[in-house]
């Protein structure tokens, strides 16, 4: 289990050095808001970087990297049996949804790896987390509960009181830094023991087989966030442009985009970009108005936000802001030729 002394002494180690990066990760400062959680969650092994030296904090998650953080951070024990899948080919995410789904944790992509590979809601991230830290819960009690302990918060406030899950945001996608804080305000809260109920699925005292257990925890996300199957759509992937300009820790540029839920009219976006210190996220949904051409208007929090979409013929989406401003800091914007991964 996470100890706070440990934490408290690697803190105050890392701040007697100057210009300490998270866990050595290149795109990660002191400035970054979730800088103390990343190299909280690298201490105890629950995340790590990518091969170019980068934790990519701003790109959104996708539901095997969100698997294998609740994996690392409640240290599951593996079940006897392995998930039988309707993709068979081996994924490295196989161990942490084995151990998820004898957990019951409330996941879409127990059976199929690109289901896995995409990107997950706010919402399915709710139910995830209230299941292995309080039991089960449906969404609107999930979401009550990080509200109420202060492990996560709105991302639209003109719906506070009004409506819970648009005030939550439970479609939109949300990002690697934003779930490593969760769980680091989790481990402040003293919620790293596992529920009753997700230990009662463990031990299995029905003797259910894994993949009906897993099925058990598909059918308890809330309708509208269930997936039955990944979309076919030319669009939808994960894009990506990184440089990196100087030596210092602030010296690159970086744009993700993730196209998901994408149909013959249209596809839900979720857009970062990262010049330097200066950094903006967008999320919303994209009208198809061409075979190769898309067109956004507006953000998903109401706000004006034009930018033009082009799909190119080597892979690649490249992307225009017309106005954008209202969603992002100043000294950046979203343009920029992206190649999918």
């Given at each position: 289990m996470k100890k706070l002394v440990?934490?408290?002494f690697f803190m105050l180690l890392a701040g007697s050095v100057s210009n300490v990066q998270a866990a050595g990760f290149k795109d990660v400062s002191e400035e970054h808001y979730a800088y103390e959680a990343i190299l909280w969650a690298e201490e105890y092994d629950i995340v790590n970087g990518f091969t170019d030296g980068t934790f990519k904090p701003n790109a959104t998650i996708t539901e095997q990297q969100l698997a294998k953080l609740l994996a690392n951070f409640y240290e599951l024990e593996s079940p006897i049996e392995e998930l039988d899948k309707q993709t068979p080919a081996a994924n490295w995410s196989d161990d942490y949804y084995d151990q998820l789904a004898s957990y019951s944790?409330?996941?879409?992509?127990y059976f199929d790896n690109r289901i896995r590979a995409a990107t997950v809601k706010r919402g399915v991230v709710a139910q995830a987390i209230a299941h292995?830290?309080?039991?089960k819960k449906d969404l609107n009690q999930s979401i009550q509960f990080l509200?109420?302990?202060?492990i996560s918060s709105g991302q639209n406030p003109k719906y506070e009181d009004r409506n819970l899950q648009k005030f939550y945001g439970v479609a939109n996608n949300i990002t690697r830094a934003e779930v490593v804080t969760m769980l680091y305000r989790?481990?402040?809260?003293n919620f790293y023991e596992i529920s009753e109920d997700?230990?009662?699925?463990h031990d299995n005292a029905n003797q259910l087989a894994l993949n009906t257990r897993a099925k058990n925890a598909q059918s308890q996300l809330d309708p509208s966030l269930q997936v039955s199957a990944p979309s076919t759509s030319a669009w939808e992937g994960i894009y990506t442009y990184y440089y990196k300009w100087g030596k210092g820790a602030n010296d690159f540029n970086r744009r993700d985009a993730v196209i998901t839920n994408?149909?013959?009219?249209?596809f839900s976006i979720s857009l970062t970009a990262n010049d330097g210190k200066a950094s903006g996220s967008v999320q919303g949904t994209v009208t198809i108005t061409s075979s190769n051409k898309a067109l956004m208007n507006t953000s998903a929090n109401g706000n004006?936000?034009?930018i033009e979409f082009e799909r190119l013929s080597n892979n690649a989406l490249k992307v225009t802001e017309i106005d954008c401003r209202a969603e992002r800091n100043e000294g950046t914007n979203y343009s920029g030729t992206l190649k999918k991964q």
């Open positions: 440990g934490i408290l944790v409330p996941l879409n992509g292995l830290a309080s039991g509200l109420d302990y202060y989790m481990d402040e809260r997700a230990q009662a699925s994408a149909t013959n009219k249209s004006r936000c034009v």
